[in-house]
């Protein structure tokens, strides 16, 4: 069936550094592509996606490309903040509910 | 303000204690879904509902039960509480099943003693 996998945190970094989590995904034909949020003490929220082969998703400085010759979506961002502190899930969903990866845990120091 | 309302937000109880976690949405949304989130597993889906009446088991239903009555609320019961039932749990929903974002509730956290 299909899947996702993400890198595995949790991810430290400094304030202003660059930030990337590796996404791949296992399905045939088309996914939608998704990267959710939770910040601590929430539900997940929806950060960005991607619905067809190289479409970029982008919000809050944020960004993730679909490649479908690499079956991969990682999310970038150029500066984190302290307040990027979070856990990211990747996502798919074609003809399906949605699939999450296990989520990826960033803590971003002042 | 579109969201999904869960409560409680926490909640502790004892083996085989009936509860019912409640989930609710105003936004007229067909689908919605109950997870389970746990260290190390990340979300799995408990139940799931398309619409009014309809409702199928997701990947761990276990020692759940689900109903639909009405469009809005989607409440998640436990008959007889385990400790392994222990975890945090979100509701969400989607406009459609598919190829629609979910909006999630902000979790209610059960032990299970």
């Known amino acids: 069936g299909d899947s996702v996998t993400q890198m595995e945190g949790p991810v430290t970094l400094s304030e202003e550094a660059f930030l990337t989590i590796n996404c791949t995904y296992t399905?045939?034909?088309?996914?939608?592509l998704f990267w959710y949020v939770q910040y601590p003490g929430e539900g997940l929220q929806l950060l960005l996606k991607?619905?067809?082969?190289?479409d970029k998703g982008s919000n809050k400085g944020f960004e993730a490309t679909y490649r479908k010759e690499t079956t991969s979506f990682h999310l970038e961002k150029g500066s984190v903040q302290v307040s990027d502190s979070a856990v990211y899930f990747c996502?798919?969903?074609?003809?399906?509910?949605?699939?999450f990866g296990k989520g990826t845990r960033l803590s971003v120091i002042a | 303000e579109a969201q999904v309302t869960q409560n409680p937000r926490y909640l502790i109880t004892v083996t085989g204690k009936k509860l019912t976690v409640t989930c609710s949405q105003n936004m007229n949304h067909e689908y919605m879904s109950w997870y389970r989130q746990d260290p190390g597993l990340g979300l799995r889906q408990i139940y799931y509902s398309m619409n009014v009446e309809v409702t199928d088991k997701g990947d761990v239903p276990e020692g759940y039960k689900v109903s639909r009555k009405e469009k809005r609320n989607f409440p998640l019961i436990l008959e007889s509480p385990s400790p392994n039932q222990t975890s945090l749990y979100f509701c969400?929903?989607?406009?459609?099943?598919?190829?629609?974002?979910?909006?999630f509730g902000n979790g209610t956290r059960l032990t299970v003693t």
């Open positions: 991607a619905t067809k082969a190289d």
């Open positions: 969400a929903s989607s406009l459609a099943p598919v190829d629609s974002p979910l909006h």
């Open positions: 996502a798919l969903t074609r003809n399906t509910p949605l699939v």
């Open positions: 399905a045939t034909g088309y996914p939608s």
